[in-house]
């Protein structure tokens, strides 16, 4: 079986070889992750997303390539599998 290479990253969908920190992890951002763990360590998309746009926009990113980034963060894995743990609450 092939291994699967993972090029974005899990939490925000950035692509990691943009990624200019080092997160030490292969399947996170170092905005995202460090140390061993998130940055963000809440379970609210919408609160990870405003941070996220802000950060981006820290960094110089156009108005509306951010908020396009920020709606592409609802597909990146580590969403998708917080909206089946909603349920079951
Ligand atoms: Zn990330």
Known sequence: MRKKEVKNCNSCLMPLNLDLGTSGSHI?????FTEGE??????DINEFKSLCY????ERGI????????????????????????????
Request: proline fraction near 2%; charged fraction near 25%.
């Open 38 to 43: 998130f940055i963000y360590k809440g379970n």
């Open 62 to 89: 156009n108005k509306w390539l951010a908020k396009f980034y920020t709606f592409l963060i609802s597909f990146a894995p580590r969403w998708r599998k917080s909206k089946l743990h909603k349920n079951e609450q």
């Open 54 to 57: 802000k950060g981006m926009r």
């Open 28 to 32: 996170y951002c170092s905005l995202c």
